[in-house]
């Protein structure tokens, strides 16, 4: 089935840094591809989603851009905050008509002051 | 406008025993999925409701299965509990897979 392979954490930054969490996916066809976020102690947030190639997806300053040409889906974002510390999982559908997200096994960003 | 609720937030039971676990899906949302997170990991998926049918499963065992109710609300059964079932169970409510899921906050599952 469709995969992705997500960079591995932890990752430790500084208020303000530069964040790339990097992702590359393996899939038949183009399939929609998401960012999720997991503050401590809860459940999954949809950060943003990008569902063809070329597409940018943003949310809260976080971006990922679709590229069918390197087959990667990274996130980033320019100036990050104490408050986005949580952990971060890519994911897509598992197959071409498959209901199921298959997920990255997550990265977690710490952000110190 | 309420998200997806799940109940209870946290139960611990003994091993070999079985427990229930509930979700409400969002307004509007009439598909639930239900995911297996253990500790330091991503969720694995158990298995998709739709129109009170399991639409898809996952490679878990019998030992999981589940049910849909006309309000499109969900219960994950797990029976003869391992210690390795020990982790958050999350549940996921969608209209549209391309729109991504919506999640709740999750099921803290402690077996002892």
């Known amino acids: 089935g469709d995969s992705v392979t997500q960079m591995e954490g932890p990752v430790t930054l500084s208020e303000e840094a530069f964040l790339t969490i990097n992702c590359t996916y393996t899939a038949t066809g183009y399939p929609s591809l998401f960012w999720y976020v997991q503050y401590p102690g809860e459940g999954l947030q949809l950060l943003l989603k990008?569902?063809?190639?070329?597409d940018k997806g943003s949310n809260k300053g976080f971006e990922a851009t679709y590229r069918k040409e390197t087959t990667s889906f990274h996130l980033e974002k320019g100036s990050v905050q104490v408050s986005d510390s949580a952990v971060y999982f890519c994911?897509?559908?598992?197959?071409?008509?498959?209901?199921?997200?298959?997920f990255g096994k997550g990265t977690k960003l710490s952000v110190i002051p | 406008d309420a998200g997806v609720t799940q109940s209870p937030t946290h139960l611990i039971k003994t091993r070999g025993q079985q427990v229930t676990l509930r979700c409400s899906p969002k307004s509007g949302h009439d598909t639930v999925s239900w995911y297996q997170q253990a500790l330091g990991q991503g969720p694995q998926f158990i298995f998709q409701y739709y129109e009170e049918e399991e639409r898809q499963r996952g490679n878990f065992p019998d030992r999981f299965s589940g049910h849909q109710f006309p309000n499109y609300s969900s219960e994950l059964n797990v029976n003869a509990l391992l210690l390795g079932d020990s982790a958050l169970y999350l549940c996921?409510?969608?209209?549209?897979?391309?729109?991504?899921?919506?999640f709740g906050s999750g099921t803290r599952l402690t077996v002892v």
């Open positions: 996921a409510s969608s209209f549209e897979l391309l729109y991504g899921y919506t």
């Open positions: 994911a897509l559908p598992a197959g071409a008509g498959s209901y199921q997200l298959t």
């Open positions: 990008a569902t063809k190639a070329d």
